[in-house]
């Protein structure tokens, strides 16, 4: 299966703001909605953002609603999400994938899990 490639974490102060990318090619990226998802250590994998496959539609948990954005370039198959106002428990390891939100948001997936990109927030 084809995996996405995320990047931009890093360790900020709460407070602060941080721009994830995923680089998903090998699929047909414009006809995907794509998903965000987050999973912190001892925790199930969570969903946290989604937009649809022209991107005009998205949806937010709400635990993040308010203070993330997410947005796509389908010229660039990437996905962005844009994380401000970080708290200590938006520490995880976040994840992309290709999916289906006629189903609810955690899925069917269309890619392999990748390697994430983590996000550390202290206090």
């Known amino acids: 299966q084809v995996q996405p490639v995320e990047s931009g974490g890093g360790l900020v102060q709460t407070g602060g703001s941080l721009r994830l990318s995923c680089a998903a090619s090998?699929?047909?990226?414009?006809?995907?909605?794509m998903g965000w998802y987050r999973q912190a250590p001892g925790k199930e994998r969570e969903f946290v953002a989604a937009?649809?496959?022209?991107?005009?539609?998205?949806d937010y948990a709400d635990y993040v609603k308010g203070r993330f954005t997410i947005s796509r370039d389908n010229a660039k198959n990437t996905v962005y999400l844009q994380m401000n106002s970080l708290k200590p428990e938006d520490t995880a390891i976040y994840y992309c994938?290709?999916?289906?939100?006629?189903?609810?948001?955690?899925?069917?997936?269309?890619?392999?899990w990748g390697q994430g990109t983590q996000v550390t927030v202290s206090s």
């Open positions: 994938n290709w999916f289906s939100s006629d189903y609810g948001r955690m899925g069917p997936f269309f890619g392999s």
């Open positions: 090998g699929r047909t990226f414009s006809s995907y909605d």
């Open positions: 937009i649809s496959w022209s991107g005009g539609s998205t």
